[in-house]
């Protein structure tokens, strides 16, 4: 079932259906609230995935090819170096050894100027030292390696591809603590040691709305809009909603102002993002990668760069999590990652649950007793929660606590001169 179907199958259990938006989105605001609590409470088979994961060794000054930099302190400070070769995207979030000796943290990289913006990552946010327009004595290490975005729950690593150990260790800080793991020992990756949880602040004010002359985007139809701000691979959970419905002739586009606007370059970009309100559609993003000095943006409803459209933006805004290596890597490491799968929010009306069908009656049964509890009709919030119950049940025995093989258990066996029992050797049946 999807969003739309959910939701009238709730309605007719109730027999209530009052025909106003409002109360159709809080009915769909539950809905999702519980799926993205059940999902995220287990791991569950049919949200697992397997991606490759790469653990960055160290860069320098002469390798993979022979290049300096140029940073320039013209005052207030500088949060940017110009590269003389080229940079590497796959730089962020690594940290940037400069002419001051400090280290810096990678904030993002522009390919077309080899420009890397970064901020403090050893005291204070910006570079204040000497200006050197050709330093070669740069590095970039990477003491963290971020899991992808829709990562979870790490679930286990492997190395199957360098030398073949099979599943590395994956173990907290506390066990990292009283084993005293030092990052400067180098060598051949086997442990993963799980790190920091970050999550940004999102953007502090919403923007604005104004119709800017002809476009594509329909008349007489709500859009809403939001932004969020990219910095070191995360995006920030998105800026306060906010809409507009064109009340003209013909077809429209429209100027979001007032984003943020951040000063001093950071090298923090803007994503924008657009809903069709009128028809229940998903979050689509119409402008990614703009400048943290930008602060106006006309969307005329072009379709969104291939690749991108139907992104959605409100995914679980749970922090980004990172591990950290050991040995450290000096040359890198290709490994495999198997993790739970965050899932995203039910918005569009053709949103559908990441789930098998048979168990998508479990999200009618907990906002049945959400609704009930709350009008107090605890009898039938009751019932619901029993109903639920037992569906969760059955979900957990297949997808959690599933077996890979029937097995009959045989009876004592009798051998040679000692006579000896051995209870349960498997036998295989089916």
């Known amino acids: 079932m999807n969003l739309k179907e959910i939701i009238e199958e709730v309605h007719s259990q109730l027999d209530y259906n009052p025909e106003l938006q409002s109360y ?48 320039t302190n013209a005052g207030p400070g500088t949060r940017e170096a110009v590269f003389s070769a080229f940079v590497n995207p796959q730089w962020v979030d690594g940290l940037l050894l400069l002419p001051d000796g400090n280290l810096y943290r990678i904030v993002s990289v ?70 005293f793991l030092n990052a400067n020992d180098g060598g051949q990756v086997f442990v993963l040691i799980e790190d920091d949880h970050v999550q940004d602040l999102p953007p502090q004010y919403a923007p604005t709305l104004t119709l800017a002359g002809a476009g594509s985007l329909a008349a007489n139809t709500e859009y809403e809009y939001c932004y969020t701000l990219v910095q070191q691979g995360r995006e920030s959970p998105p800026s306060i909603v906010v809409s507009i419905t064109p009340t003209v002739a013909s077809s429209v586009a429209i100027t979001l102002e007032n984003t943020t606007d951040l000063g001093l370059a950071t090298g923090i970009v ?35 760069a291939a690749g991108t459209a139907g992104h959605v933006v409100f995914s679980t805004q749970e922090p980004r999590q990172y591990v950290r290596a050991y040995y450290t890597s000096a040359t890198g490491a290709k490994l495999e990652l198997r993790y739970l799968r965050k899932p995203r929010r039910l918005i569009a009306d053709s949103d559908t649950p990441e789930w098998p069908e048979q168990y998508h009656y479990l999200l009618v049964y907990r906002t049945l007793q959400d609704i009930c509890m709350q009008h107090g009709m605890t009898n039938q919030a009751t019932m619901y929660e029993r109903r639920g119950n037992d569906v969760m049940q059955r979900m957990k025995g297949k997808w959690l606590a599933r077996s890979d093989k029937n097995l009959i258990r045989q009876g004592f066996t009798f051998g040679g001169q000692t006579v000896f029992e051995r209870w349960g050797n498997p036998r295989k049946i089916g």
């Open 24 to 71: 159709k989105d809080s009915v769909a605001r539950t809905v999702s609230r519980h799926y993205v609590e059940i999902s995220n409470a287990s791991p569950w088979l049919f949200l697992q995935t397997v991606s490759t994961f790469t653990v960055f060794g160290q860069t320098t000054a002469t390798s993979p090819v022979a290049q300096t930099l140029s940073v």
């Open 110 to 179: 522009n390919t077309g100027t080899r420009t890397v913006y970064f901020t403090g990552n050893e005291g204070g946010t910006r570079y204040f030292g000497p200006t050197n327009l050709a330093y070669s004595g740069w590095t970039i290490t990477f003491d963290r390696h971020v899991l992808p975005v829709d990562c979870a729950e790490p679930l286990g690593f492997m190395d199957r591809t360098d030398q073949e150990m099979g599943r590395l260790l994956f173990i907290d800080r506390r066990r990292e603590e009283e084993l």
């Open 270 to 304: 803007k994503n924008v993002y657009r809903r069709n309100k009128t028809l229940n559609g998903r979050w689509e993003l119409v402008a990614a990668g703009r400048a943290d000095s930008s602060t106006v943006f006309t969307d005329d409803g072009t379709a969104p």
